[in-house]
């Protein structure tokens, strides 16, 4: 088993709040065990152009609480080919790294999957995606700020909808999962939420909506999912003014607003203690997987389950909103 000296770690995809936490994690368990350690500056690409950073306890002193990554990410095109994975390992090679830390979701893993058959090459990687759509963990680094984020965000909404009387469809993340929509709505009380794991039946939510109407509930938010049927609050918003006019309707895009901002207490020690694992699983010679947590409990997910898997929708909870909006 090769010995572990030296180890990187990057960031890739979309940013997810808590991805500081788990690099400020990786680097200082990485120097407590005696390991060099260097950042990747913008993701897979800076695997190819060599854009390394040496660093120490120092360099990852006051990130924990910022979001964002300070390692950057960005989008790879020439990583997706042989030839830029080839320069790639050429480029670890060169700096004599053993070990490559990744941080991200399904293009992240799915990248690290080839690049460790290709090349042989241990890697680990940590969920960071507000989408929390991978299998294998519970949770993934930045779900937890986010839902916070859009929950914020319709407590403000609501006030307005209630002054004006006013029906708000607030669309959020979620193209092909719709794990936001579902907490959000009901920690936010939605009179309905769209995802993209169930079928709308618009006709359900107009007759809903007269229900409502009947009962001399004059305003609402319904939570919508940008991969739900209809694709997205808008389409939703047209098909309910055709159908039934008795709302001054309003669409709210709730946008990269989701990903912003200092990570929750969640996020920071879920990412802190994903972090830890992953320096200590490459110590002990795992590679090729996830590390994720689930019932409380360390997970180690191959790639390749991880992302064909997916997360399933919680069926109960879909209920539980359907009685609670009544």
Do not use: W
Not at 85 to 96: S, W
Not at 250 to 270: A, E, K, Y
């Amino acid at each position: 088993m090769l010995k572990i000296k030296k180890i990187g770690v990057l960031t890739s995809g979309g940013d997810a709040p808590g991805m500081n936490a788990a690099v400020r994690a990786i680097v200082r368990t990485a120097i407590k065990n005696e390991l060099e350690i260097f950042g990747i500056i913008n993701g897979y690409q800076g695997l190819i152009t060599g854009d390394f950073k040496k660093m120490d306890r120092t360099s990852v002193a006051n990130i924990l609480q910022r979001g964002g990554t300070m390692l950057k990410t960005a989008r790879s095109e020439e990583f997706r080919t042989h030839a830029g994975r080839k320069k790639a390992h050429a480029e670890l090679k060169r700096h004599k790294i053993d070990a490559l830390v990744v941080i991200g979701g399904d293009g992240t893993f799915t990248g690290a999957k080839i690049f460790e058959e290709e090349f042989s090459f241990p890697m680990i990687g940590l969920p960071g995606t507000i989408d929390n759509d991978l299998f294998g963990t519970d949770f993934t680094i930045g779900f937890d700020t986010a839902i916070n984020n859009v929950v914020q965000a319709v407590d403000k909404i609501r006030d307005t909808a209630a002054a004006h009387d006013r029906l708000f469809l607030v669309e959020v993340m979620g193209r092909d999962a719709g794990f936001i929509a579902l907490r959000s709505g009901i920690a936010g009380g939605a009179e309905d939420i769209l995802v993209p794991e169930t079928k709308t039946y618009i006709n359900s939510l107009i007759d809903k909506l007269k229900n409502d109407r009947r009962k001399n509930k004059k305003s609402g938010i319904v939570i919508v999912s940008e991969g739900d049927d209809f694709g997205g609050a808008y389409d939703v918003a047209e098909e309910i003014k055709k159908r039934f006019d008795h709302f001054d309707i309003r669409v709210t895009i709730l946008g990269h607003i989701q990903r912003g901002g200092p990570p929750t207490c969640g996020d920071r020690v879920l990412a802190s203690t994903l972090g830890y694992e992953s320096v200590m699983a490459l110590l002990k010679g795992k590679s090729g997987v996830m590390v994720g947590q689930v019932d409380n409990k360390i997970a180690f997910t191959p790639f390749e389950k991880a992302i064909k898997q997916h997360q399933k929708m919680n069926k109960h909870l879909l209920e539980i909103a359907r009685v609670l909006s009544l």
